[in-house]
């Protein structure tokens, strides 16, 4: 790549999740040329709605009008990377690996990632996860998000993952309070991020949670460090999903990564 620094999770208006009129390609590469930093485009991709949400923007095959987008803005741009962020369902790891088979070559970076487990009820949506808890008790979701994680870690389907303990984003002392008999502690994010060091997996150091109030990244830099001094590789990203909060990230992405080379591994 061009530069030193590589924010890996960018979104754009491919993401369901982007605002309307929410930002192109080209609106962050202006940015990341000024700041001279890498970037990728790590769209959500989510089989169950590219597959029959009719307003998904990859719905019908449009993954090809994609990767010919990036590709073309890759002659003129050599900081910029296609990727995808991949939603992980245990029940589809077949369709999952065939899609890894047809398109893992076509794109720079594809990472695994879970926000949801029962359809329509992602975990990182608040009021969805408000309605959740409705139907299953907090521990339980919580306690599934982690057995989910460590099936995605084992299925060795994805090189890359996303914020591991994303679950905590909502369900922490700060917001929706944990039940006494949760166990909240580091200990099995650590155990997560050491079936990924085992499966030659690489973590990302996500530092979207300062915007909500747990106000840390995923996982914790307490976490990263543990982590990162037991050999674990590791990738930043922003999770930028507008311009504006892009701009205020780059300085802490480039620190990020100082920080992780700052780590001695034991
Ligand atoms: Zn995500
Ligand atoms: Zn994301």
């Known amino acids: 790549m061009h530069y030193k620094y590589t924010d890996y999770h960018i979104h754009t208006n491919w993401s369901a999740d982007i605002i309307e009129d929410g930002p192109d390609f080209e609106d962050y590469i202006k940015i990341a040329e000024k700041e001279r930093i890498n970037i990728c485009f790590l769209e959500h991709f989510e089989l169950y709605y590219v597959e029959s949400d009719k307003r998904n923007p990859f719905y019908g095959e449009k993954i090809a ?16 990377l296609s990727g995808l962020e991949v939603e992980y369902y245990q ?13 893992g070559k076509e794109l720079d970076f594809i990472a695994g990632t879970i926000h949801e487990w029962i359809f329509g009820y992602p975990v990182t949506s608040r009021d969805l996860l408000l309605k959740f808890i ?3 008790p907090i521990k339980q979701i919580v306690d599934d998000y982690f057995d989910i994680s460590k099936k995605l870690i084992q299925s060795k389907i994805f090189k890359n993952i996303c914020h591991i303990d994303t679950i905590f984003r909502y369900i922490n002392s700060n917001d929706i309070k944990p039940p006494n008999d949760l166990d909240t502690s580091d200990d099995r994010v650590l155990e997560l991020g050491k079936l990924c060091m085992k499966n030659k997996i690489n973590i990302e150091y996500n530092l979207s949670g300062f915007k909500f109030p747990i106000n840390r990244s995923f996982p914790s ?21 507008d311009i504006e909060y892009f701009k205020e990230q780059l300085p802490e992405v480039k620190d990020a990564y100082d920080f992780i080379n700052s780590i001695v591994i034991k």
Do not use: C, Q
Request: net charge negative.
């Open 221 to 241: 830099k307490e976490v990263v460090f543990k982590l990162r001094s037991e050999g674990a590789n590791f990738f930043v990203g922003s999770d930028s999903h």
């Open 65 to 80: 009008d994609y990767l010919e987008e990036v590709d073309k803005l890759k002659e003129t741009y050599d900081f910029i």
């Open 134 to 136: 409705e139907k299953v």
């Open 91 to 103: 029940e589809k790891e077949n369709d999952l690996l065939d899609f890894m088979d047809d398109y």
